[in-house]
């Protein structure tokens, strides 16, 4: 996969702002003479929806096949953007609404789902720290941060180590009771506005509290499968996760 030096040159799979997003497309569109095309395909609509779209729509398939499952297993769905030589790949934040494929550049269905205003529910969480939002178009509207000591690991062996990691455990499971209590009470006033849910912070921290807040069974189906990358869950962090719930993963590789 080559990318074009130059201006907004990314990374490939780079998290992009909406405002270095939206920069990199004025720089790419195409003129009115070139070729161009834009796909759009929901979470899971990929394969059978470009098989059935013709030439232009297999080539879109083989060239998302190059880039492999972190692409092809998006649960926000994919937008495609066709320009000459190369193609801009994006994974939006929040799901598209339909899949098509339009013989033109067209990112308005991309600018549709940046500009839309979501409320979002926000769960941070490392042993020891957590925060609790929600957002609505990345402005706070309401939020919780809070703390409860846990012991770092015990190497020694024995009695002290299996009495240590009983302690441990113990503190563990009171920080996600005290965790899982602070979010029902955050989400239980936007219940019935609450679009979509997003979790930060250890993975490991993160899967066991999942499986011990009950309450979170209910939002399964809004929970998104991206993570926040949020070293330490403080408030003085509250105006930084606001501007990452508006990223997008992006490829630019040749057609």
Not at 174 to 184: E, M, P, T
Not at 217 to 240: F, Q
């Amino acid at each position: 996969m080559t990318q074009r030096a130059g201006p907004a040159t990314t990374q490939p799979g780079e998290l992009l702002s909406k405002a270095r997003l939206e920069g990199l497309l004025a720089g790419r569109k195409p003129s009115t003479d070139g070729p161009a095309s834009s796909v759009y395909l929901r979470s899971g609509e990929a394969e059978a929806f470009l098989k059935a779209s013709g030439p232009e729509g297999r080539e879109w398939r083989e060239l998302l096949q190059r880039i492999g499952p972190p692409v092809l297993n998006s649960d926000t769905g994919i937008a495609g953007l066709r320009a000459g030589p190369e193609a801009v790949v994006i994974l939006p934040p929040f799901p598209l609404a339909a899949s098509e494929l339009i013989p033109a550049w067209d990112v308005s269905p991309l600018l549709g789902v940046l500009e839309t205003k979501y409320t979002v529910g926000v769960v941070l969480l490392r042993l020891g720290r957590f925060l609790i939002a929600v957002y609505r178009g990345g402005q706070v509207l309401s939020s919780k941060t809070d703390t409860r000591y846990v012991k770092g690991r015990h190497h020694a062996g024995g009695t002290s180590q299996k009495r240590f990691q009983r302690i441990r455990e113990g503190q563990v499971h009171r920080l996600y009771v005290k965790a899982c209590g602070f979010v029902r009470s955050q989400f239980d006033p936007f219940s019935e506005q609450l679009d979509y849910i997003l979790l930060g912070g250890e993975r490991f921290t993160l899967d066991g509290f999942m499986k011990s807040c009950d309450y979170l069974e209910r939002w399964r189906g809004k929970i998104l499968g991206r993570r926040l990358n949020v070293r330490e869950p403080k408030h003085d962090t509250l105006e930084r996760v606001g501007g990452m719930l508006l990223e997008s993963r992006v490829w630019v590789i040749e057609w």
